[in-house]
């Protein structure tokens, strides 16, 4: 077995990402799982308010590392001899446009709609087959939709890793 150091995957190279993929796969397999083991929706409700705190701590663990700041030295003025002296950073926030805030709305609001969609289908799909007869029919989409998420994860990882070696050379 190689060391972990020599693998060029970020996420193998840091316990805390390794942690919260396997969080996040876990929560999103136990999400979809759910209604095979918990018939109460409000239960369930309870339940997958707890699981969104997990997918929360996964994503967050996952993001990558900020560089370190350099120290604060008092002696030097760094409002002098600065371009962005005196401007405000949040000019272009505060004066959007109504259409380009109109935009942006629409499409918080389609993405939610898609959401509430498709996770409605996942869930009548899932009664169906189990009025078929299917065994565990939440649970199997569960673990395909997170084997999805940990191989496109994996991907993403990949990708990062393959993006600051080319910056390095």
């Keep these: 077995m190689a060391p972990l150091s020599s693998c060029s995957c970020?996420?193998?190279?840091?316990?805390?990402?390794?942690?919260?993929?396997?969080a996040g796969v876990g929560a999103t397999v136990a999400w979809y799982a759910l209604p095979d083991y918990v018939r109460s929706r409000p239960l369930?409700?309870?339940?997958?308010?707890?699981?969104?705190g997990v997918i929360g701590w996964s994503l967050v663990s996952m993001l990558p590392d900020e560089p370190e700041l350099a120290p604060y030295d008092d002696e030097v003025d760094c409002s002098k001899g600065t371009?962005?002296?005196?401007?405000?950073?949040?000019?272009?926030?505060?004066?959007?446009?109504?259409?380009?805030?109109a935009v942006l709305a629409g499409a918080a609001v389609g993405s939610a709609m898609i959401t509430v969609g498709v996770e409605r289908w996942l869930f009548r799909r899932g009664?169906?087959?189990?009025?078929?007869?299917?065994r565990f029919a939440h649970t199997r989409q569960g673990l395909v939709l997170g084997g999805l998420e940990a191989a496109l994860t994996a991907l993403t990882f990949g990708a990062g890793a393959a993006r600051e070696?080319?910056?390095k050379s």
């Design 83 to 101: 371009e962005a002296a005196g401007e405000d950073p949040l000019d272009d926030i505060t004066e959007a446009d109504p259409s380009e805030l």
């Design 10 to 22: 970020p996420c193998a190279a840091d316990p805390t990402r390794v942690a919260g993929l396997a």
């Design 165 to 167: 070696r080319l910056s």
């Design 127 to 134: 009664e169906r087959r189990r009025a078929q007869g299917s």
């Design 44 to 52: 369930r409700g309870l339940i997958k308010t707890g699981l969104l």
